[in-house]
């Protein structure tokens, strides 16, 4: 094994009265899942950064602790990270947002009557005090990505003195973002809660598991859904041991969200071209549209070429095994598995040949 590392602590402006030296590092990011992405050439996962004044002092009262999506580059060996939420002006320039500055032009945003800089402030953890780390948890279906964590920000912001923020009394949040195009882009965050989601009225939700699949209901366009499987615990009360709450316990729970993509899922997919040493293989079709037939040309000795409708279902599959180098072809008559004819519509079909894949589309015409 090699070992690859980097620091992780940025500098901050600070335009407070307190004469203190304040910096950006990576804070309660211990529990999470690493994902690989981008036909294998990066690994992904969800943390936190917070705002200190060095030496491990954090004050969680504040409120400035930011998720963030961390990268390591699996062929050039860097790491690159972005903002999640909240946002900068620039969220992919590699610099934590400044919560104070967020269209970064070195001026704070606004000030309160008293004259102080104000911040935007965020929470992503289930409970007000330091009661431990949060549970940031990334899924993924080819280009089609969602993270999850348990957001307290608003039931923090009444914990610490806000009275405008009295409805949120332990009331923490499941937060939700979503990606299309392999986390280049993400959504703001879906919160759902005991108060404005009615199948989790008078729960208490904590500790949040997303399945390891996100299932293709619509890929049409205009209604690109999946199905993100949930589990969570529903606490009896609102608390951390660490902090001296007493445990009484709580209920597991389950359950299955419908969510809206801004874009197709598409099998096989990449960003960008990767250059990693390997075999080359083509792979393309004619005639593209066609009616009602059409060749499939491929380079590999070993081939699986599989056949999907734009809802990610399969509709025919080719093996062709033990081939000699070269230019191969296999003709598809637009019919299913099961030999009965398909609607015209966009197709994708997908060669895999060992560790390589490659996918194209086409189009069926009648």
């Not at 015209?344 to 069926?364: D, R």
Request: proline share 7%; net charge negative; aromatic share 14%.
């Amino acid at each position: 094994f090699e070992y690859y590392s980097e620091s992780y602590i940025f500098p901050q402006w600070n335009p407070f009265i307190l004469p203190v030296e304040l910096q950006h590092e990576i804070m309660f990011s211990n529990h999470m899942n690493v994902i690989i992405k981008n036909n294998g050439s990066k690994t992904t996962w969800t943390g936190a950064m917070g705002i200190t004044s060095g030496g491990g002092y954090f004050n969680s009262e504040a409120c400035m602790l930011y998720p963030k999506e961390f990268v390591f580059d699996l062929n050039t060996h860097e790491f690159s990270f972005k903002d999640l939420y909240i946002e900068g002006a620039n969220p992919d320039d590699n610099i934590p947002m400044c919560p104070w500055d967020l269209d970064e032009d070195g001026i704070v945003d606004s000030f309160s009557v008293t004259g102080d800089p104000l911040w935007v402030k965020n929470w992503p953890i289930y409970y007000p005090e330091g009661g431990g780390d949060n549970y940031f948890k990334t899924v993924q279906n080819e280009n089609w990505m969602v993270s999850v964590w348990s957001d307290g920000t608003k039931a923090a912001r009444f914990f610490h003195g806000d009275p405008s923020f009295a409805a949120w009394e332990e009331t923490p949040e499941i937060a939700i973002i979503i990606s299309a195009d392999h986390g280049q882009t993400w959504s703001q965050p879906i919160l759902l809660n005991a108060n404005e989601t009615p199948e989790l009225a008078d729960q208490i939700p904590c500790y949040i598991y997303p399945g390891d699949v996100i299932e293709i209901l619509s890929n049409t366009p205009g209604d690109y859904r999946g199905k993100v499987h949930l589990f969570y615990l529903d606490d009896f009360l609102f608390g951390s041991q660490l902090t001296g709450t007493t445990n009484p316990g709580g209920n597991l729970m389950y359950t299955a969200l419908d969510v809206e993509f801004p874009d197709a899922w598409i099998p096989g997919s990449s960003t960008e071209n990767v250059e990693v040493p390997q075999p080359q293989i083509t792979l393309y079709n004619y005639p593209n549209p066609f009616n009602p037939n059409t060749t499939i040309y491929f380079t590999a000795e070993d081939a699986e070429i599989c056949i999907y409708n734009i809802k990610g279902q399969k509709v025919e599959q080719f093996v062709r095994n033990q081939l000699p180098s070269g230019q191969h072809s296999v003709v598809w008559d637009g019919r299913d598995e099961s030999g009965e004819l398909v609607s015209s519509g966009i197709y994708f079909y997908k060669l895999k040949a060992g560790n390589l894949e490659k996918t194209k589309k086409m189009i069926l015409l009648k």
